[in-house]
């Protein structure tokens, strides 16, 4: 066989051209979706179905708070319009008489800031430590019926904690309340309000413990779920350098769930803003003007509310309660707000 027969017949070597046509050829060409066996692109129907109805349900729940807003503004102007004293600085309340209405918020505002405040002051160290115990050192046969335990104080209902608080809590708080008074008395938020610590049950200082039990297991629970979602690689890897639990606790666990327990934080305040049943029954028992004091007794603005509740036969009288209402609802708003600053500047901090 001559050397021609032999190139003839010897395969082409195809991989070099393959090469440089591949090294000479400009960009890929886009890779083209699947198809289906129908030679049909797939259809992307669910995704647009779910996209249509998240953004709805977004849309709806930002619609009834707008509508709430507008209902509260065009049901409170006309109150406010024939109130008869500065309906932000007045500690007047007189709605009888719907011709000549005096009614103002300071005093509901103090009532109501002042017992959430010292509720949050609370519960939010207590619940961080419950949750840090849950997360980090309770064993699992015993951080389970405990979580339960904790989640089921959210479910007493709140005619039972105003119960308890007036009649088992305010008794026993009864003496620590007078040594309060007369030992840190010239401190103004200690001094005398508008009953005697030692004589009555219903003040403040008692609403704001009540508030606290009530609100724990919600900064309780949002805090653990936060915790447990640790990433594993950052708890390991500080164990593996040589940490302690504490220090895991504070150089991983911490940062990856401040922002949670920030969030969880405001929750149980507007939990504690709009509780109603609990403090009516362990505040109701003065009309006379606060002191600004731990122990003042009186009305929050939505015990104030359900109180006033047989005056609502009357646009005008039922128009001073709903105004009450209005500041609550931007309070509320204010809290929320104040919230997201402080998470989104956490964030801020921690990528930096």
Do not use: C
């Amino acid at each position: 066989m001559t050397d021609s027969t032999r190139a003839e017949t010897r395969p082409a070597d195809t991989t070099g051209a393959q090469r440089g046509a591949s090294a000479h050829s400009g960009p890929e060409a886009p890779i083209s979706a699947p198809e289906t066996s129908a030679g049909k692109k797939p259809s992307r129907v669910g995704d647009k179905v779910f996209s249509s109805l998240a953004t709805a349900s977004g849309a709806f729940v930002v619609a009834v708070i707008a509508a709430i807003a507008i209902f509260l503004l065009i049901r409170a102007i006309p109150a406010l319009q024939v109130d008869q004293v500065n309906f932000l600085t007045s500690r007047e309340w007189d709605t009888g008489n719907p011709n000549d209405m005096s009614f103002g918020i300071l005093d509901l505002a103090w009532i109501t800031v002042a017992s959430s405040v010292l509720a949050l002051v609370i519960a939010m160290p207590l619940s961080g430590g419950i949750a840090l115990f849950l997360t980090r050192y309770a064993p699992t046969s015993l951080a389970r019926p405990f979580a339960y335990i904790v989640d089921l104080l959210a479910a007493v209902p709140s005619v039972v904690y105003g119960l308890w608080g007036f009649m088992v809590l305010g008794p026993v708080l009864q003496p620590v309340s007078g040594w309060l008074h007369s030992t840190l008395g010239w401190i103004p938020i200690f001094g005398q309000g508008n009953i005697t610590p030692v004589d009555s049950v219903g003040n403040v200082f008692t609403a704001g413990i009540v508030l606290a039990v009530m609100i724990i297991p919600t900064i309780t629970g949002v805090t653990r779920e936060v915790f447990a979602r640790t990433p594993n690689s950052q708890v390991e890897g500080a164990l593996a350098l040589g940490a302690t639990n504490w220090e895991v606790i504070k150089t991983t666990v911490w940062p990856f769930g401040r922002n949670g327990f920030v969030g969880g934080s405001m929750l149980g305040l507007g939990r504690a803003l709009g509780e109603t049943m609990a403090l009516t029954i362990i505040l109701s028992w003065t009309t006379a003007p606060p002191g600004y004091t731990l122990f003042d007794s009186g009305a929050t603005f939505a015990s104030k509310i359900a109180l006033g509740s047989a005056e609502f036969n009357n646009n005008l009288q039922v128009g001073a309660y709903i105004s009450a209402g209005l500041v609550l609802f931007v309070i509320t708003f204010a809290v929320n707000a104040i919230a997201r600053w402080i998470e989104s500047a956490s964030s801020a901090k921690g990528k930096s």
